[in-house]
RNA sequence: CGGGAUGUAGCGCAGCUUGGUAGCGCACCUCGCUUGGGACGAGGGGGUCGCAGGUUCAAAUCCUGUCAUCCCGACCA
């Protein structure tokens, strides 16, 4: 490809709008143009990227005997209705109505539509198990898109459903999909941690998520992780051994039930700090409204409640914290001195997490203004759930060492969704007695465009962006320094002909600018490696260089391809 | 949806306080010169100042409303 030619342009500045480091080098490489919130345009660099990724997912896949297709991207409300998630996936998904006003919407996710294909065309036991899959755009109406690529309105997702007569087969399919992952990834140059996950709105009981580990902010997962044994979860549904540590108010000097005066004492902080004691022999209230119900969460006062494990603890869709109001009317007391005491159970549901089980002699709510009651004991016959938020420190479930903490960008998951959306689809095949049986379903995500913003969000520097040679949209740069010198012009265009005919991806940039403005372009898109044909020419030697770790060597044209090959054998 | 900020040429911005000819840099076009790290000179094209009302002889500028975008919190590939 010639540079003149090339469809892109290159900022000169980073774009004022984006924050993510990917967003701004994408944009400022000229790989993607916005063209309103959260939805961009590929421009012929970044669809060379997503070709590639798309290949590599493709050929891995298609290697466990999966098989491509494609669904539609506009979908009839009906399935949605079939499945029961037409009411349930609130605003996301976008709906729109078409010319005879029937209810239609743009494709979030295709559970429904594969299961309704599926159970058409397979009847039978015999022509299970099944895994298909397609890469195609999505759309999710975020409540707020941001960071670019990284999370989009549209984007492009590989999908793929597989279909089941046991629990067992799906297990093995899933280990299957669990090693293709990790090759995937680590042939699109991303080192990747397979962690435990929530499910969220796909629903069903063991998931992962594939997270690229960073240490920025657009990581916006944490992950808890363990060094000692590969326990590894995302937050949301990460749990953790609590480090022995008094929970014994009476360390305190609180052995007895009473009340005492706390004016104005509303937080943990101020009144551990005012009764001298340590937050975590307070147990402290945090009020909820759960699909428009009134919950109350009693949990250890130096924890956070997970809000969606206390989501997944209640079978609730919805959960916000509840204001002050709505804690006097439904606790009938203040913020800041509520309890699970004197509230009326039958329209309050009160639920207690884990780290309230081994607390003694503790600090409580009294719910009355301005006081508190310390030597509190629980109830017998109370019920534990774990809605807390792990923290750093606390010891991993599996071998007891302290966990550590990371963020992640997620750029895959894969879930057992077990009969979730074909029990209520009425997706059956017959079985080897002649009877009807709902398939069991897996099913298995890769966000292409954000594995690509991934990709740059990981590999960068202050010059632009450093692809792995195995996604990078062209594999050569040839930068003849001065495109009139009839020398540098024919080795240039003798190279690159001969580059080009060994399937070697190469640019020649031949526009007529200086050797800066190319460099920078150079350097800014990211090419693996760069060959200049300059002044050195006149020894019949060109300059090597890679992008990833800056070396320069000065080759013959003919070494110079060798090397093109050698790096790309690797 | 709540809190903060911003909308002026393709991109980055100034002008607004104190109303009076719409500007700068980059990019683009022409000519010249230049060719190893985003050159230089001369000339040129391009903007209903987000949108709608209002105040005024006069609005990018003041007032009201509205829309959009970005950042911080609840969703997910």
């Known amino acids: 490809m010639k540079m003149s030619k090339l469809f892109v342009q290159t900022l000169r500045e980073f774009p004022n709008d984006a924050e993510a480091i990917s967003h701004k080098l994408l944009v400022r490489a000229g790989f993607i143009k916005k063209l309103t919130n959260g939805i961009y345009t590929y421009m012929p660099l970044a669809q060379r990227v997503l070709t590639k990724i798309s290949n590599i997912v ?55 539509v594969i299961t309704s294909v599926v159970s058409e065309v397979v009847n039978s036991y015999k022509q299970l198990p099944i895994n298909l899959y397609q890469i195609q755009t999505k759309f999710r109406d975020e409540i707020r898109p941001r960071f670019g690529l990284l999370r989009g309105r549209e984007f492009i997702m590989k999908d793929a459903y597989s279909f089941h007569t046991s629990q067992e087969d799906l297990e093995r399919e899933y280990e299957v999909m669990a090693k293709a992952y990790s090759t995937i990834f680590k042939r699109c140059g991303l080192e990747t941690k397979a962690v435990q996950s929530d499910s969220g709105a796909i629903g069903g009981a063991v998931s992962h ?25 995302n937050s949301n549904h990460a749990i953790s051994i609590l480090p022995l540590e008094a929970t014994n108010g009476a360390d305190y000097g609180y052995s007895e039930e009473k009340i005492v005066d706390t004016p104005n004492v509303k937080t943990i902080e101020e009144l551990a700090e005012f009764l001298k004691i340590n937050p975590n022999c307070i147990l402290k209230a945090v009020a909820y409204i759960a699909d428009s119900n009134p919950v109350i969460v009693m949990i250890r006062g130096d924890k956070e409640v997970e809000e969606t494990k206390l989501l997944n603890a209640l079978n609730a869709l919805e959960i916000r914290p509840m204001e002050n109001s709505e804690v006097r009317e439904y606790l009938n007391s203040e913020a800041g001195f509520i309890s699970y005491r004197n509230v009326d159970k039958s329209k309050v549901r009160v639920i207690f997490d884990k780290t309230a089980q081994n607390m003694k002699n503790f600090v409580l709510g009294a719910n ?32 007891h060492k302290p966990l550590k903490v990371t963020r992640g960008i997620e750029v895959g998951n894969i879930f057992q969704l077990g009969t979730k959306y074909s029990k209520p689809m009425n997706a059956c095949y017959t079985d080897e007695n002649g009877q009807l049986k709902p398939y069991i379903m897996g099913c298995y995500g890769i966000g292409v465009s954000r594995t690509m913003a991934a990709a740059v969000e990981k590999y960068h520097d202050d010059f632009g962006i450093i692809w792995p040679i195995q996604i990078a949209p062209y594999h050569v740069d040839i930068v003849p320094v001065n495109i009139e010198d009839p020398e540098q012009s024919k080795v240039a265009y003798e190279l690159y002909e001969k580059l080009c005919a060994l399937g070697i991806e ?31 020419i006149s020894e019949g030697l060109v300059e090597f260089k890679t992008r990833k770790d800056g070396q320069m060597i000065k080759l013959t044209p003919n070494e110079a391809i060798e090397k093109c090959q050698q790096i790309l054998l690797n």
């Open 58 to 112: 493709r050929e891995e896949l298609n290697a466990t005997g999966a098989q491509e297709l494609l669904m539609p991207f506009v979908q009839p409300a009906e399935v949605w209705q079939k499945s029961g998630r037409w009411q349930v996936y609130g605003r996301e998904l976008l709906r729109c109505k078409d010319r005879h006003d029937n209810d239609m919407c743009l494709a979030p996710t295709h559970e429904e």
């Open 209 to 233: 998520e594939y997270m690229v580990l960073t240490d920025t902010m657009v990581g916006e997962n944490d992950v808890f992780y363990c060094e000692n044994c590969d326990y590894s979860a």
């Open 368 to 399: 009355i203004k301005d006081k508190h009651i310390v030597g509190a004991n629980l109830e017998s016959n109370i019920e534990f759930f774990d809605v807390s938020l792990v923290k750093e420190g606390e010891f991993c479930p599996v071998c």
């Open 506 to 536: 190469t640019v020649i940039d031949d526009r007529y600018d200086r050797a800066g403005v190319k460099f920078k372009d150079s350097e800014l898109i990211g090419f693996p490696i760069r060959i200049t044909v300059g002044k050195t």
